[in-house]
């Protein structure tokens, strides 16, 4: 008897191995997912992770749900999800200067490259070199050409020190060999206002945020930074067009995950944003914003990552900007 009962025993745990291991590999995902913006609600990063997480949500068949947690640059954010399980159920939707300027500025609670596992960038900006109006300058010739007679005396304004528009300053002083004069503000909006008002000479605008102004005629745009015209400035050079080859400055919104997520997963993340990507709406709304589409694989993302994590560490260097 007792070893009938013994074989019903072993019997009884051999079946239910396969029972276990079904339940143990359940199709990703089986629950909802967390979004995490480090970015207030309402914002540009916001406004793109939202509708993002909406087309993510329907492919997936899961609820998507789009977590704020502003402040610090994004770093907030950014430590929350490198500290969070590696399964795939929380992720990072960050704007590229969490990852790649704020790090080569100062110390961060994460580590750029270890503490994450790159998933896929949705959409790149630029930034557009804005003057006044009624400045002499047509063009950068010109606006080079009285930086390199007057040292120190033309001033660049920014959203603050460590800005992208700042960075993006330091890059123009480092490609031309001139000397400008920065003028940090406490956002980028009293930047615009004294740019308007004549009181910088020139300011590294965000191509989303530049476009009204330079419709009204309060200012006029030079050049862009990114690789490429923007769509949004068909008829402005590129500051690599105007002669200046090691110029490029594109920001990018992308997805991240905690490092150790396991390769399936990043697969059906990385195929779900590609297919996003494809959506016509979701396509037509990015450009009706001023975003281009930047599609690309995880490896591809994680050598941008690293790629312009040392442009700026080594930028940072030479211009003597690390803070710790």
Request: net charge neutral.
């Amino acid at each position: 008897m007792k070893t009938w009962y013994r074989q019903v025993a072993v019997a009884v745990c051999l079946s239910a191995i396969p029972l276990s291991s079904a339940i143990a590999k359940k199709p990703y995902p089986d629950q909802p997912i967390r979004l995490l913006v480090g970015y207030s609600p309402g914002g540009s990063v916001d406004i793109v992770a939202r509708e993002y997480a909406q087309h993510l949500g329907r492919l997936l068949g899961q609820s998507v749900v789009v977590e704020n947690r502003g402040g610090a640059s994004g770093t907030i954010a950014a430590q929350a999800v490198a500290r969070s399980p590696a399964d795939g159920y929380t992720l990072f939707f960050t704007a590229s200067p969490t990852v790649t300027i704020t790090p080569a500025l100062q110390k961060t609670p994460f580590d750029p490259i270890k503490d994450f596992q790159s998933v896929a960038s949705v959409v790149s900006y630029t930034n557009v070199l804005l003057v006044n109006a009624q400045s002499p300058y047509q063009d950068i010739q010109a606006l080079v050409s009285a930086a390199k007679s007057n040292p120190g005396k033309l001033t660049y304004g920014s959203a603050g020190v460590g800005a992208s528009n700042h960075l993006s300053g330091e890059l123009f002083e480092d490609n031309a060999h001139i000397e400008l004069t920065h003028v940090p503000y406490k956002g980028n909006a009293p930047a615009q206002s004294d740019l308007v008002a004549d009181r910088i000479t020139m300011l590294f605008d965000l191509n989303t945020t530049a476009k009204s102004l330079v419709d009204s005629g309060r200012v006029r745009a030079l050049a862009v930074t990114s690789g490429q015209r923007n769509p949004m400035f068909k008829d402005v050079p590129t500051m690599v067009e105007a002669g200046y080859p090691k110029f490029i400055f594109d920001g990018w919104l992308g997805i991240l995950a905690p490092a150790g997520v396991p390769d399936d997963v990043v697969r059906v993340l990385a195929d779900a944003t590609s297919k996003i990507l494809a959506n016509k709406k979701f396509r037509d709304q990015m450009q009706a914003s001023g975003y281009t589409i930047t599609e690309s694989t995880p490896k591809e993302l994680g050598e941008r990552v690293a790629r312009e994590g040392k442009q700026f560490e080594d930028l940072a260097q030479r211009a003597n900007l690390r803070q710790f």
